[in-house]
């Protein structure tokens, strides 16, 4: 079986949506993991994130184009990848009150404050977050 193969396998098995590069290290070499995981992106069955950082990816019916499989859509990535990676954040804004239930208004945008010392930036569709400017654009 090829590490691709087996790398398919773990994630049909997974009930996860973001997978780091570290997930399949225990399968093979650090660039085999990465060739098979860029072929898999290339085929569309994952969608890259951020360095090192991968989600299972489906086709929209509507448009075609790849999408996050998470039923959250990319708020829901974006924060599992932070969970994932265990970095502080916090909800902030229209997100915040809503989750509490201090208003009823469904927020347009994911807002979110991050740890300090977190750098890296994530992209999933139009939604990006950057450690730099702290904040998700939905």
């Known amino acids: 079986m090829t590490t691709k193969a087996r790398i398919q396998s773990r994630l049909k098995r997974s009930k996860c949506y973001v997978f780091t590069?570290?997930?399949f290290k225990d399968l093979a070499g650090y660039d085999q993991i990465g060739r098979a995981l860029h072929?898999?992106?290339k085929e569309g069955l994952l969608l890259k994130v951020g360095y090192g950082v991968y989600t299972k990816a489906r086709k929209n019916?509507?448009?075609g184009m790849l999408m996050p499989a998470a039923p959250g859509g990319s708020a829901a990535v974006v924060?599992?990848?932070l969970e994932l990676l265990k970095v502080d954040y916090c909800l902030v804004g229209a997100t915040s009150a809503y989750n509490s239930a201090k208003s009823k208004q469904t927020p347009i945008s994911l807002?979110?404050?991050?740890s300090s010392r977190f750098?890296?930036?994530f992209s999933v569709g139009n939604s990006q977050l950057n450690g730099r400017s702290k904040k998700a654009i939905q």
């Open 39 to 41: 072929e898999l992106v």
């Open 119 to 121: 750098k890296r930036s």
């Open 61 to 63: 019916i509507i448009t």
């Open 79 to 81: 924060i599992e990848a």
């Open 21 to 23: 590069r570290d997930d």
């Open 111 to 114: 807002d979110v404050k991050v």
